[in-house]
């Protein structure tokens, strides 16, 4: 019952955020705050309980028995970095809405409703259940951009509503399909969403063959694949920062957890036909998300192509189908996850808020000018390009000696390319921001300092910095009960 | 220890984010210090006649993928921790008079030691690559941020690129042996001996070559010494050009055999051509500090020249070639770290005292200051490769070892030595002697500090000059252990 | 035949048209001289009255505590849980539909408004008990002209009479085809009962029969190309009888086109000539009912296009020609109408000042002056739109399960429905465009010029109406066990 609590207390703080009066922000903060903590808290507390690869805390009920539905919920090793970076992610989230003031009683409720919906997912062991989350998941997405979100954000959150959709439409095909056409080992039809239960049974190669990239890039629009990924910039710079740090901080890696979880769980000969492919896909992710970012003059549109260039990483995790490539991909849906949220939160309130512009040429020597932030930024921008010591760097070996198992050495030899093509746009979006001079210099602006970062802010920072140097220098706090699940699924999935 | 002493500058440079910033100075110092005195502790300790590694420390870290935290010391790299120890302090104490953000800068710096010290103690490729990395990152700003000139943010930026890109290239090679052998322990891939693709051993040589760095991947090498700020320019010359041959003899030397067998001739033909490249083109700088890179790319040269030499099968020979060749080399790193560095502090203080450093706008200064002379005069010679000085001993030895296993290269290499001197002397002459230039007539001598600075480096570029046995003893039974 | 048992069957009809009798008489008689509203509220309460001891007596009946008989002769009337359960859930629904027809005192004749309403839920209580071809026609000819007579009785207002012409020449068209298709049954096979027509023969004259009943049926549920009254009408209509239109005769024609289709059930051939039929206007209906939406600026317009579109997914549970279709289609058009008709309740509600039709536009700003109403919009919407946990997903999921179940091993992507399902699912994610647009006037954007669109006052029966079919939405989503228990009956 313990990790169900996650999203009870999501859902109950949407409620009780929602109802109360709109006037209230400063109180509505707190009571935020203090969910969101309660949520990272509980995931805390399971992955402190978790060990071995089984999954644990199972809960099962019925639930629609007549349409083979149950209520399934429990977590794994592949779960938990991704319950953990939620709660993280939500905590920093309300620390980084901190001055938020319009209709805020609605913001958490829809805040604290996409988070419930994130968790639910993680948790969920039946397939219904986890698609149902992972819709509810999709609908405040795109009140809290569509309200709270800068320019073109209408538009942008359609764009966003529609794309996630239209990739659960593939999903829930391929839900069915794998419904009625599981069978036991004696050829007998299971009719279950029950994934435990489908993770032992079997289902015709043949149709494998079709399911897989039905579901696998229903999820995968969701996980930014390319040439998906264009909701996910536009998304992600219209999106509040609490949002956009949701976006790119847990609500890509539910596509990613899902390609994992259902794709490639329960359909191991379709991804094995299926792999390359998926590999050529990914790799062309992490080199066009690198190379689009290196063109933005936009500094949010800039780490939107990033994300989209990490998760290209993950993508490759899968396709190698192996351990290490697995745990490189789990390792770096946490990864990304703490990084992309940081980025997110300094570009869109702590830089935003005091430059009131976004355009890097309209930023003149911010390293003059706020030396504490340039500094935070710059130790996230090596994060985010993998510098060894941070946690992507970990994730990104752990994928990169996955797909020289697996994959063919032009695989690699392209996400190589990518990786080099990250430290270019990084440091050139560093240099751009913090070091160069404007050329039209505007004399009200560049004498000012800007006022030093906040305590919400620096808490927030820290929390973030803190986790992605903890799983970069001690990596083991995560494999260790990432691999033996994996070893689990992957003898499954080799039976 | 070694990890006390890796860290000792990062809790400085922690310490200096909580302390004010005036005491961020006095905080790097004694950082540096405590590196420095941990650093001369174990040479003592060191026990030159067990073989294998000493003060080795080895911890699981990431069981899934065979890493340890793995450090040791051995021969290869007991001088360079020593050079780079001192030099850590050395710069501190050179920047002692910086204002600007002087907490930022001396951060930086102090995370520039920690990379330095852990790239010449890490065993295990992944941590070892993480302070490869880390060395970058504070050059690249303190190149950037507290550097001269409008070119330092390409100068940085082109630094940076180029030793990613061999750095990339480096991490997938590693990535292949790792694939192969299942990990990343240099002493264990040294010992497994595996068959590799010439794709790979490319790979990683790209890497160690930018680092070096040798032609034609040199090129932004110059500019980023010219445009950093002295203190820097002492570190990338003395220590982090360093780094690229301790790379070769750490790594390729003893895991790649047989690809150096088969590459030997072409390592040795790019370290030739890097040798006459860099002192002709040494002829025609007159910037200074240009001069001084250039002049840094040549010298080390040799020392990869010496590493070719170790590929070169050498029965039948009176003397032990490979010893010699391989002693050189790591005499070679520490003398010319030491008169590099040197050379690079004193042509910072001419630049700031008269706001020059044109080979060609000065003159007669021996006159005007006598002891700035005199000490500038020694690093020179040093350099020059003069007898009884620690580069004469260094060049002589590698010299020794190459001629006796490829005469041809090494005859063709003392043009470059000839050249060196023509450019060396040429600066001198131009600097130090003829007419005084008006402007810099009342220009100070040294002061008690800077002498206190240069007082150890000219100390030890004598001892090794004329007793460079102690030195030796170092890599001595490393060079009987491994063929 | 026992008169009894014939009188206890038909207790909750008679209760009401007692009502509907009272009402008139009422009205007529002791409130000829009374204010208007005076007269919508005695009328509404007899209505009420009426209404509520009728759905009394049908609780009784489905808890099996009143004795009745199963069938009565020539299946004139199918008393079973399932058609009980639904004609109760009619008469509820109908009850909701008063507090708004009160709210809005459109025309003097006050007491015909309200006794034509009691006639159409009337009428739809029978046509789903009936399983006879003729009982049938009459009950849903019945529920037809009373909704023809309500669209018109807005006289102020010259688009309604325009909206109720081409509403009754289009319905009695479809209703002669209807007829039409009835007979042509009733030739082929000589029996009006559909409980007894078994074992049917593959014929052109059923063919043509079937296509005919599609016509006819296609009418009544607004289905494309037989759409082109509804979206005027929808917008014409007083809105009260808009949300009925859209729901209740809905659940009353769907459940007469499964009822008609029952007996193809055991005819494979017969079968397999209707599907193509069915598929294409399926398809047809969801491309004219979604693409049509887009560009709509008018709410109810757009609601009417969007009741085109949810007819189509509805033939996807009919083709599958199962047990699980049949009961996927009656959940799913129960769970439409209820949403459908608190969309309407919620335009009715907030409307009934403006004096016009609404545009999408005049809601803006709702989140702020009716945060109730505007949340309990987004869940009636998003149930149409098929969000879970909300009950329209769940009834989408189950069409589409029970398409797929039918046939669930294609070799080829033409075999089974995945083709279908997979279009109605793209569709879907079509539709879930303009909802979210009309979401967004009630929820995102600020008022034009500070002054939002706000009812006067909701109401507690209006305010009870609109919370129990929001609750209703969410609990068939969350937790449908129970009534889909009851549908596999």
């Known amino acids: 019952m313990t990790a169900l609590l996650t999203l009870i207390l999501s859902f109950i703080g949407a409620l009780v955020c929602g109802l109360m009066p709109a006037g209230a922000h400063r109180q509505i903060r707190w009571v935020a705050l203090a969910f969101a903590t309660a949520g990272l808290g509980v995931s805390a507390v399971c992955y402190a309980n978790y060990s071995g690869g089984e999954f644990a805390d199972l809960v099962e009920a019925d639930w629609i028995p007549s349409l083979g539905i149950g209520f399934a919920t429990g977590y794994d090793g592949i779960s938990l970095p991704l319950l953990l970076v939620t709660g993280l992610v939500a905590v920093c989230g309300v620390l980084f809405s901190w001055t938020l003031e319009s209709r805020a009683n609605q913001f958490y409720a829809f805040y604290f409703a996409l988070i419930g919906g994130v968790y639910g997912v993680f948790l969920s062991l039946d397939l219904f259940l986890l698609f149902v989350f992972y819709e509810i998941a999709v609908v405040p997405k795109y009140f809290l951009i569509a309200i709270w979100g800068g320019a073109r954000r209408q538009f942008a959150a359609m764009k966003l509503v529609l794309y996630s959709f239209g990739g659960s439409a593939l999903v829930l095909l391929g839900m069915l399909a794998v419904f009625f056409l599981a069978q036991d080992a004696n050829g007998e039809a299971l009719k279950t969403f029950n994934l435990l239960a489908l993770q032992q049974a079997q289902i015709p190669a043949a149709a494998q063959q079709w399911l897989f990239p039905l579901i696998f890039v229903g999820f995968a629009i ?77 500094f949010k549109y800039v780490i939107g192509y990033s994300s989209v260039s990490h998760m290209g990483f993950v993508l490759l995790g899968i396709a190698t189908l192996n351990l290490t490539g697995l745990t490189g991909a789990v390792l770096q849906m946490f990864s990304h996850g703490v990084i992309g ?32 932030i340039a500094w935070v930024f710059v ?89 992605a140097l903890l799983i970069g220098l001690c990596p083991w706090l995560l494999t260790d009960k990432i691999s033996p699940s994996l070893k689990l699924m992957l003898e499954r999935l080799a039976n | 220890m070694i990890t006390a002493l890796t860290l000792a500058p990062v809790v400085a440079a922690v310490l200096m984010l909580a302390l004010p910033e005036a005491r961020a100075r006095a905080v790097a110092l004694v950082g540096a210090l405590v590196s420095l005195a941990l650093a001369v502790w174990m040479l003592v300790q060191f026990d030159i006649t067990a073989a294998g590694l ?183 010359t003395g220590v982090m050009s360093k780094m690229g041959v301790y790379g070769f003899l750490r790594i390729i030397v003893p895991i790649f055999p047989e690809q150096l067998k088969q590459h030997a001739g072409t390592l040795m033909a790019f370290a030739l051509l890097t040798i006459l490249w860099g002192a002709f083109v040494a002829l025609r700088q007159t910037d200074l500090k240009r001069l001084l890179a250039f002049s840094s790319l040549n010298h080390v040269a040799y020392c990869v020249l010496g590493v070719g030499a170790l590929g070169i099968t050498a029965d039948g020979l009176k003397v032990d070639a490979h010893a010699l060749a391989r002693q050189g080399v790591i005499l070679q790193l520490f003398a010319h770290g030491l008169a590099a560095a040197g050379l690079f502090y004193l042509v910072g203080l001419l630049e700031e005292r008269t706001g020059l450093r044109g080979r060609n706008d000065f003159g007669g200064l021996s006159a005007v200051t006598p002891r700035f002379a005199a000490v500038f005069f020694i690093l020179t010679f040093c350099s020059l490769g003069l007898p009884f000085m620690a580069g004469f001993a260094a060049e002589f030895l590698i010299f020794s070892g190459t001629f006796a296993v490829a005469p041809g290269v090494t005859v063709a290499a003392t043009l470059g030595l000839l050249a060196t001197a023509v450019f060396l002397l040429t600066m001198l002459q131009r600097v130090f002697t003829g007419p005084v230039n008006e402007q810099n007539k009342s220009m100070p001598d040294l002061t008690r500090n800077e002498i206190l600075i240069l007082t150890p480096i000219i100390i030890l570029v004598f001892w090794a000059g004329i007793y460079p046995a102690t030195w030796l003893e170092f890599s001595q039974k490393l060079t009987q252990l491994i063929p | 035949m026992d008169y009894q048992q014939l009188l206890l069957a038909l207790l909750p009809d008679l209760l009401v048209v007692i009502a509907l009798f009272i009402a008139l008489g009422v009205d007529y008689s002791r409130l000829r001289g009374s204010a208007l509203a005076k007269r919508y509220q005695v009328a509404c309460q007899i209505s009420a009255a009426g209404l509520i001891a009728g759905l009394a007596v049908l609780l009784l009946q489905i808890a099996g505590t009143m004795p009745l008989m ?84 807005n006289q102020a207002k010259r688009a309604s009479a325009e909206a109720a012409l081409k509403y009754l020449t289009f319905g009695a068209v479809s209703s002669g085809f209807l007829l039409f298709g009835l007979s042509y049954l009733y030739g082929a096979t000589g029996k009006l009962d559909l409980t007894q027509m078994t074992g049917l023969q593959h014929s052109p004259m059923l063919v043509l029969a079937y296509l005919l009943i599609f016509v006819g049926l296609g009418f009544k549920l607004a289905l494309a190309p037989f759409h082109l009254w509804a979206p005027d009408v929808y917008q014409n209509a007083p809105t009260p009888v808009a949300g009925w239109i859209g729901s209740g005769s809905k659940i009353a024609a769907a459940a007469l086109l499964l009822a008609l289709l029952q007996p193809v059930f055991d005819a494979p051939k017969l079968k397999a000539a209707l599907i193509p039929a069915l598929a294409a206007l399926a398809v047809l209906s969801m491309v004219v009912g979604n693409l049509g939406a887009l560009r709509q600026t008018n709410l109810k317009r757009l609601l009417a296009y969007s009741a085109i579109a949810n007819a189509g997914y509805l033939l996807v549970g009919v083709v599958a020609f199962s047990a699980a279709g049949n009961a996927s289609v009656i959940f799913y058009i129960v769970v439409y109408s209820l949403a459908s008709l608190g969309a309407f309740g919620v335009v009715a509600v907030l409307t009934d000042k403006l004096g016009r039709e609404a545009e999408i536009s005049d809601f803006n700003g709702c989140w702020n002056t009716s945060p109730g109403l505007a949340v309990a919009f987004l869940v009636f919407l998003l149930s149409m739109a098929g969000i879970p946990p909300l009950a329209g997903f769940l009834g989408k999921f189950y069409l589409f399960f029970a398409a797929i179940e039918a046939v669930p091993e294609a070799a ?57 079919l929001a609750l209703a939405v969410m609990a068939l989503g969350l937790w449908p066990e129970p009534f889909l228990g009851l549908l596999k009956n």
């Not at chain 1, 390609?259 to 992710?285: E, H, Y």
């Not at chain 1, 830089?351 to 930023?363: A, G, V």
């Not at chain 1, 404007?438 to 906040?454: G, L, V």
């Not at chain 2, 052998?181 to 264990?188: H, R, S, V």
């Open chain 1, 222 to 298: 969701m996980g930014g694949m390319w040439p998906f990924h264009t909701w996910a910039p536009t998304g992600h710079v219209a999106a509040p920062t609490a949002a956009s740090m949701l976006l790119a901080g847990v609500v890509m890696k539910l596509g990613a957890y899902g390609c994992l979880r259902v794709a490639v769980g329960l359909l191991p000969a379709g991804a094995q036909a299926w792999a390359s492919w998926v590999a050529v896909v990914a790799v062309i992710n992490i080199v066009y998300g690198a190379l689009v970012a290196l063109k933005q003059d936009d």
């Open chain 1, 379 to 467: 130790a996230a921008g090596l994060a985010s390009m993998g510098l060894p010591g941070f946690s992507g760097f970990v994730s990104e070996l752990f994928v990169l000696l996955g797909a020289w198992g697996s994959l063919s050495g032009w695989i690699v030899g392209g996400a190589g390319l990518g990786i080099l093509l990250t430290f270019g746009y990084t440091l050139v979006k560093i240099h751009e921001a913090f070091f160069r001079e404007r050329k039209r210099p505007d004399a009200s602006q560049a004498k000012t300092a800007y006022p030093p970062m906040t305590l919400p802010e620096k808490t927030g920072v820290a929390l973030l910095l803190g986790a």
């Open chain 2, 54 to 236: 000493q003060f080795s420390e080895k911890v699981a870290w990431i069981p899934a993928l065979g890493v340890d935290y793995f450090v040791g010391l051995d021969g290869t790299n007991a001088l360079v921790l020593l050079l780079s120890a001192l030099l850590a302090p050395l710069a501190v104490a050179a920047s002692w008079q910086h204002t600007d953000r002087p907490r930022t800068y001396f951060a930086l710096l102090s995370l520039l030691f920690t990379g330095l010290f852990g790239t010449f103690t890490a065993l295990n490729f992944f941590h070892w690559f993480l302070y490869w990395e880390l060395v970058l990152v504070p050059s690249f700003f303190l190149i950037k941020l507290f550097g001269k000139g409008g070119e330092r943010h390409s100068a940085a930026l082109n630094f940076v690129l180029f030793t990613v890109l061999g750095s990339v290239a480096m991490l997938i090679g590693f990535l292949f042996l790792h694939q192969q052998t299942g990990t990343f322990d240099f002493i264990k891939l040294a010992e497994k001996g595996v068959p590799v693709s010439p794709l790979i051993f490319c790979a990683i040589l790209a890497g160690l070559w930018v680092k070096v760095p040798l032609a034609p991947l040199h090129i932004w090498q110059a500019p980023a010494y010219a445009a950093a700020p002295t203190p820097v320019a002492m570190l990338l």
């Open chain 3, 412 to 468: 080829t992507w033409v075999d089974g429905f995945y083709w279908l399902v997979a279009f109605a699912l793209i569709m879907s994610v079509v539709s879930l465009y303009y909802y979210l647009r009309v979401l967004k006037a009630f929820l995102v954007v600020p008022a034009d010029n500070g002054a939002a669109i706000a009812p006067s006052k909701i109401g507690w029966a209006t305010g009870i109406t609109l919370c129990s």
């Open chain 1, 341 to 372: 949220a940081l980025l997110f939160a300094l570009v869109g309130t702590v830089i935003y808020s005091r430059t009131k512009t976004r355009m890097l040429d309209e930023l003149h020597r911010l390293i003059d000018h706020m030396p504490g």
């Open chain 3, 70 to 153: 199963k069938s009565t002769a020539d299946g004139q009337l199918v008393l079973n849980t399932g058609t009980l359960t639904l004609k109760a859930l009619l008469y509820a629904m109908g009850l909701g539909v008063l507090p708004l027809a009160k709210r809005d005192p459109i025309t003097p004749q006050v007491s015909e408004y309200f006794a034509l309403l009691l006639l159409a839920t009337l009428g739809m209580g029978f046509v789903v008990t009936s399983r006879n071809l003729l009982g049938a026609f009459v009950a849903l000819e019945l529920v037809s002209l009373s909704l023809y007579a309500m669209t018109v009785l």
